[in-house]
């Protein structure tokens, strides 16, 4: 049993605090604490979607890990059961360094020992690499995989349907917990000076029982489970010792060093062509979220580690996931991507294997699409592209005029409705027992300043009279129905004679977007606003402090989080847009754009805590601004990566884009 002293306790809690991902490219990924101690059900070294699933599952959990020698033994991992940490694991710990890939050393006195984690990219693979870089002679390194074998969303706890059995074969060993998942594939091998032969498998299967996960305990669910272990790896690990290990479930390995070797020479490769500083490790971050499913179709991940893909998100992270970083082809491949998904002039908010097996709840996913071809045509200018993409904009702005799902239909004036009562169809779409917690059927403000958009873009690619008038009306509506003078805002929703004129950021799309029917005074007035009550140095309140709705902490169990999400907590995907407004409200203001770009640099320290080297889907709406929700989210990182990009091109006198 490990006791702790207060000092010892608050280093632990900060440790335990700090996540590190690495994926690879599949949709999969590696991810845990610093101190390798899981604290969530979603942590692991091998959480890969096998084929046929829409679900990623942990197959590998992580390694019990143990250094023997001179009659003793020192651990390099630390669990909790139960509310006791076991063992120590954690105080040998010197450091741990993110990139290129995540790396830890531990110092137990002349005892000098690194652990590396990759992940191939393209492979549902992890490699591990283990270092003897010390002077203590004697000793062995131990390793034990504890297998969950699961949804990733999902515990497991003993039971007699678990098949036990280890297969041994030139190519390493394979275990196959339960017939409906492929099997995993494990294998070990060592280099050593002191010619120390490979690492031998000793089958010992047994279950760790209890293990607790404390975020999901502060999350309000359940949070212990066991895990399944088949034995152990065993081998000399004296001075100039390295280890290989790896676990797929592609097929076997092989050779691990091999892979490792030609996996890391491939990541160095690649961190080599980003740029210097704090953009290169946002363009570093963005590459976390492209990825390619089983059919070779690239799509985006939402966010670590529990989100899958989702339209919205894709559309919004897009342009600063690939055109803020160059990658102008693979802007054009997610939208053309896209186009089988097209269903009644919707898109997918959960992306399936095809159509038929994904999920429309979302009413603004084609508009951000349409946004997001813009935006592509615009950097990246190609008439057969737009030549495809022409078609399926007129789909869905006939299917929004005619009457779609989600309510969506266009009023006499021009307006676009969504949703109705007890339906959630935009971003803010968090819902409770009593109904969603920001009810906003009727005219959400940023949908139609989308809807308005798409009319000009069709109006632009089409050149006819008829689409020009039927922008010219929508956009003179727009104005006439949701701008107020007095407050110098736009209203957030309108319904009929209802007009809500809550402070909201939804606004400030409207303000950027362009093309925009708002005049350069009205962009201005709606900065202001924001500015006043709702700009913080992590992005934009959901809601203004000055609301009784508001709440400023993303804390407590599902539902408690669900109602701060949108009632105050901010969102820093916001801050693309803002900037885009800022820059379009205030052309030319050099104070302006430095003040700009302390916010967006100050996005930097972030990358220190929460999901380490990503920036987190939301952060508290109260100082200090802590991080909530997933630790990594595409669109966080797209928005401030376009940002960058925006602010780049301001600084050259640019116009904005």
């Not at 605090?17 to 490219?25: A, F, I, K, Q």
């Not at 591990?128 to 949804?151: D, I």
């Not at 997001?372 to 399926?392: F, G, I, N, Y």
């Not at 007129?394 to 969506?408: K, P, S």
């Amino acid at each position: 049993m490990l006791r702790l002293d207060r000092e010892h306790l608050s280093r632990l809690e900060l440790a335990l605090s700090r996540e590190w991902l690495e994926t690879d490219g599949r949709g999969g990924y590696a991810s845990s604490t610093v101190l390798a101690c899981p604290t969530r059900r979603f942590h692991g070294l091998l959480v890969a979607r096998p084929d046929g699933h829409n679900e990623r599952h942990v197959f590998l959990s992580r390694f019990e890990e143990k250094v023997h020698g001179h009659g003793r033994h020192y651990l390099l991992n630390l669990t909790r059961y139960r509310g006791t940490f076991v063992p120590d694991g954690d105080l040998g710990l010197e450091e741990f360094a993110l990139v290129p890939w995540p790396r830890w050393t531990y110092r137990m006195g002349l005892a000098v020992i690194q652990r590396e984690v990759l992940m191939p990219r393209g492979e549902r693979s992890v490699l591990l690499r283990y270092r003897n870089v010390g002077e203590r002679a004697g000793l062995r390194l131990s390793l034990r995989p504890l297998l969950a074998c699961r949804e990733a969303r999902a515990l497991t706890f003993e039971n007699l349907a678990l098949d036990p059995r280890v297969g041994r074969s030139s190519a390493g060993l394979v275990v196959r917990p339960y017939a409906a998942l492929p099997p995993l594939h494990l294998a070990a091998s060592t280099a050593a000076s002191t010619g120390a032969g490979s690492p031998r498998f000793e089958a010992d299967p047994l279950w760790y029982r209890g293990i607790e996960y404390t975020q999901d305990q502060l999350r309000g669910y359940d949070c212990h489970e066991d895990q399944f272990c088949p034995g152990w790896f065993d081998a000399d690990f004296e001075p100039g010792s390295t280890w290989w290990v790896g676990a797929s479930i592609e097929g076997p390995i092989g050779d691990p060093r091999a892979a490792f070797e030609a996996a890391a020479e491939r990541r160095l490769s690649e961190e080599r062509a980003w740029s210097p500083g704090f953009r290169g490790r946002l363009e570093s971050a963005a590459e976390c979220f492209l990825y390619r499913n089983e059919t070779a179709r690239l799509g985006v991940i939402a966010g670590y580690p529990w989100f899958e893909e989702r339209g919205r998100h894709t559309f919004v992270a897009l342009p600063g996931l690939t055109l803020a970083r160059g990658r102008g082809d693979q802007a054009k491949e997610l939208l053309l991507a896209a186009l089988p998904y097209l269903r009644g002039g919707l898109l997918p908010n959960i992306y399936g294997r095809d159509a038929a097996d994904s999920q429309y709840g979302s009413a603004d996913a084609a508009l951000w699409f349409a946004l997001a071809a813009w935006r592509t045509l615009e950097r990246a200018p190609d008439p057969d592209l737009t030549a495809k993409l022409r078609p399926a904009l007129r789909g869905i702005e006939q299917a929004y005029r005619q009457g779609a799902e989600l309510g969506l239909h266009v009023d006499r004036e021009g307006l676009l409705h969504a949703g109705h009562d007890g339906l959630a169809v935009t971003w803010m779409d968090a819902i409770v027992a009593e109904g969603p917690v920001t009810p906003r059927h009727g005219c959400p403000v940023e949908l139609n300043a989308l809807w308005v958009f798409l009319l000009q873009f069709l109006a632009r690619l089409e050149g006819t009279p008829a689409a020009q008038e039927q922008a010219r009306r929508s956009g003179e509506a727009f104005v006439r129905r949701f701008w107020s003078e007095e407050q110098g805002l736009l209203a957030d929703v309108v319904d009929g004679e209802r007009i809500d004129l809550t402070v909201r950021p939804n606004q400030i799309i409207a303000a950027a977007l362009p093309g925009s029917p708002l005049s350069a005074d009205q962009r201005a007035w709606i900065v202001r606003r924001i500015d006043a009550e709702l700009l913080t140095p992590r992005g934009l309140r959901t809601l203004s402090p000055t609301e009784l709705a508001y709440r400023g902490r993303y804390v407590g169990h599902q539902e408690e989080r669900d109602r701060a999400a949108h009632q105050g907590c901010v969102w820093p995907w916001l801050v693309g847009f803002y900037v885009e407004a800022c820059l379009r409200a205030f052309p030319g203001d050099l104070q302006r754009r430095e003040q700009l770009l302390r916010l967006v640099d100050g996005f930097e320290e972030t990358l220190h805590s929460g999901g380490l080297g990503q920036v987190s889907k939301l952060f508290d709406g109260d100082p200090p601004h802590r991080p909530g929700g997933a630790i990594a989210q595409a669109w966080s990182v797209g928005e401030l990566l376009r940002a960058k990009v925006l602010l780049a091109e301001a600084g050259t006198g640019a116009a904005v884009r």
